[in-house]
């Protein structure tokens, strides 16, 4: 009994770890998804943009392709570069949308549209210290093991003796009273004699020892393989805790390589455009220096963004959710 209650204590540990654990995970989630729906917001207006850009282009290359001052050619290449500009910004909106009714579902919110903090695409995150925290993948791991444990025990329990009282008491009644008279009425049916016995009873099932060994040491091979699991896990954790910590890095080097790239592409967009228009250069000089402005606006609104995520990827591996939140300055 004493090794049931310890199985059972056992289980109500390892499910009380389980729903911390899923709580930490629904944690994970909800902020992935946070960042991720501002990503795709900073996407969909660089995208808009773009597009409003493009359009100007197209008409200015279409106003000189009229005029006879460029081939008909440029004007074609204008309009497909303004097609595609529109798809990538419907592609923007269509995972802006995605992130919308993901977000709503975590939070049990249908229908709502969000507008995320664009802190985490102005500021980046100071350089803290991950806590020492249990994680909660490891304390279900560890209670895990712990339950896996208690059955074993209460399984080699089971070829102890098993100890049992045994009581019985009994009477009888005759109708015959010590004179010789009868009475066969209620009060001859009653017992006037009664006796009683008490005893003690040990059942030992000695053809049982196989079948219990047996059961036992498949319990205890689950177990070895609960505990392979939480050294496995401890090292995933530890190296995503060494991922995270390249990231941040990596992101602040980012965040000082970005602004010189956007200045610089804008530079040579304007320098392209402005040997476009003087006949200097081509229409495919102008669209790839137009496709490198593209690109280093979108570096450049998911720099902090990536830093972020560097951030949420610590706070995963240390299994403390608190920590994101000591980041956010007022």
């Known amino acids: ?175 015959l009273s010590y004179n010789g008279t009868t009475d066969y009425g209620l009060g001859g049916a009653a017992p006037t004699r009664f006796n009683y016995a008490v005893g003690v009873g040990v059942v030992f099932d000695l053809l049982d020892w196989h079948r219990v060994q047996a059961q036992a040491k498949a319990e205890n091979l689950r177990t070895q393989g609960l505990q392979a699991e939480y050294r496995q896990q401890q090292l995933e954790l530890s190296n995503q805790a060494t991922l995270a910590n390249q990231r941040l890095q990596l992101a602040a080097e980012r965040a000082r390589q970005a602004p010189l790239q956007l200045a610089a592409a804008r530079q040579a967009y304007r320098q392209k455009l402005a040997l476009y228009n003087s006949g200097l250069a081509t229409v495919v000089d102008v669209t790839q220096a137009l496709y490198g402005l593209q690109q280093a606006e979108q570096d450049q609104v998911l720099t902090a963004n990536a830093a972020w995520q560097a951030v949420l990827l610590q706070t995963a591996a240390a299994g403390d959710f608190s920590f994101f939140f000591t980041h956010v300055t007022p």
């Open 1 to 175: 009994y004493p090794a049931q209650r310890a199985r059972a204590e056992a289980a109500r540990s390892y499910a009380q770890a389980d729903a911390d654990n899923e709580l930490f995970t629904q944690q994970l989630r909800v902020a992935q998804t946070y960042l991720d729906l501002l990503a795709t917001q900073s996407l969909r207006q660089v995208r808009e943009q773009d597009v409003h850009r493009v359009s100007i282009l197209k008409k200015t290359i279409t106003r000189l392709a009229l005029h006879g001052l460029r081939p008909g050619v440029d004007s074609t290449l204008a309009r497909a570069a303004e097609a595609q500009s529109k798809l990538a910004l419907v592609s923007a909106q269509e995972q802006e949308a995605d992130r919308q009714a993901r977000l709503s579902t975590l939070l049990g919110q249908p229908g709502a549209i969000w507008q995320p903090d664009t802190l985490y695409n102005r500021t980046l995150p100071p350089a803290l210290v991950p806590p020492t925290a249990t994680h909660p993948t490891l304390g279900l791991q560890q209670r895990a093991v712990d339950l896996g444990q208690a059955r074993e025990t209460v399984i080699r329990r089971q070829y102890r003796p098993r100890l049992s009282l045994l009581g019985a008491t009994w009477g009888r009644g005759s109708g």
